[in-house]
């Protein structure tokens, strides 16, 4: 049977337990999640530096062959039909995120009509944790590690 791959795209600046906790949900639905991260037009300007980001990820995941992580700056429909990845990974944590991920995914099933977005709605813990405010947290020196699954060097 196919190999199930799902692709797990975000620009993970930073890379959060929320995320960690969808991969590894995504684990049970599928033989193989790429992490995978990108460059998108509204958010040019990093601000945890992105080969920092894919060592901090890959440590994460060191023990679990099924997970992979890898960097891209393409169109995720074009990158997932390259990689052989029919399904694309997405969490929800509100209506916010609702709204957007709505209208990326019609794009996306336009641009690649094989492709299937599955969405998984938050664990509750995780709900309220987003990479903007870890960023701001981190930025006027606040400690932020609860909220990540590895240590900042
Ligand atoms: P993007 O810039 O593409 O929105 P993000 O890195 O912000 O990328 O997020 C990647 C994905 O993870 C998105 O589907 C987003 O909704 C989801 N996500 C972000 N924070 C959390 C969280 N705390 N819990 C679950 N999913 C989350």
């Known amino acids: ?3 199930r791959i799902a692709l797990f795209p975000g620009s993970f600046d930073p890379f959060t337990r929320g995320h960690y906790d969808i991969v590894m949900r995504g684990l049970k639905l599928f033989d193989e999640v790429i992490v995978a991260i990108g460059y998108n037009s ?3 300007n990093r601000y ?3 080969e920092h980001m894919l060592q901090s990820i890959e440590s994460c995941f060191e023990g679990e062959a099924r997970v992979r992580v890898i960097t891209y700056s393409e169109l995720t429909a074009g990158l997932a039909q390259r990689i052989g990845a029919r399904y694309l990974l997405r969490g929800l944590r509100n209506t916010t995120d609702f709204e957007y991920e709505n209208s990326v995914s019609q794009v996306n099933r336009h641009l690649y009509p094989d492709l ?3 969405f998984l709605i938050t664990s509750p813990a995780y709900a309220a944790i987003s990479s903007t405010i870890i960023r701001e947290v981190h930025k006027y020196g606040g400690d932020v590690s609860e909220f990540l699954p590895y240590t900042l060097e």
């Open 116 to 118: 299937e977005t599955v």
């Open 1 to 3: 049977m196919e190999k």
């Open 48 to 50: 945890f530096p992105i």
């Open 42 to 44: 509204k958010k040019q």
